[in-house]
């Protein structure tokens, strides 16, 4: 069974940063494209910042120039770096990763963290 588990949400100010970060775990025999999306409350999931497996990345344009995207592969983790936050980020984030695990090809979700601007 392959996971994703995020870490790193929490309380910030407007202006400060933070880096979640998310690990994939389980039989996995590699990870193409890897992404980070974003929920707020009544809103949709929306996609935030994508990572490909040889590091082209794709911002939402609302986080173009303050959050940054990156992944470790030996590791199986990617990270988000968060910053000039605003309260308009406030969502809970997701992991996202499309992962070739023993049954074949899968997409991947996190749990969920929850990121929270305050002004």
């Known amino acids: 069974q392959v996971q994703l588990v995020e870490s790193g949400g929490g309380l910030v100010q407007a202006g400060g940063s933070l880096r979640l970060s998310c690990a994939a775990s389980?039989?996995?025999?590699?990870?193409?494209?890897m992404g980070w999306y974003r929920q707020a409350p009544g809103k949709q999931r929306e996609l935030v910042a994508a990572?490909?497996?040889?590091?082209?990345?794709n911002y939402a344009d609302s986080v173009k120039g303050r959050f940054a995207i990156s992944r470790d592969n030996a590791k199986n983790m990617v990270y988000l770096q968060m910053n000039s936050l605003k309260p308009e980020d406030t969502a809970v984030y997701y992991c996202?990763?499309?992962?070739?695990?023993?049954?074949?090809?899968?997409?991947?979700w996190g749990q969920g963290t929850l990121v929270t601007v305050s002004s």
């Open positions: 389980g039989i996995i025999f590699g990870i193409n494209d």
């Open positions: 990572i490909t497996s040889g590091s082209s990345t």
């Open positions: 996202n990763a499309r992962v070739v695990a023993v049954i074949g090809g899968l997409e991947v």
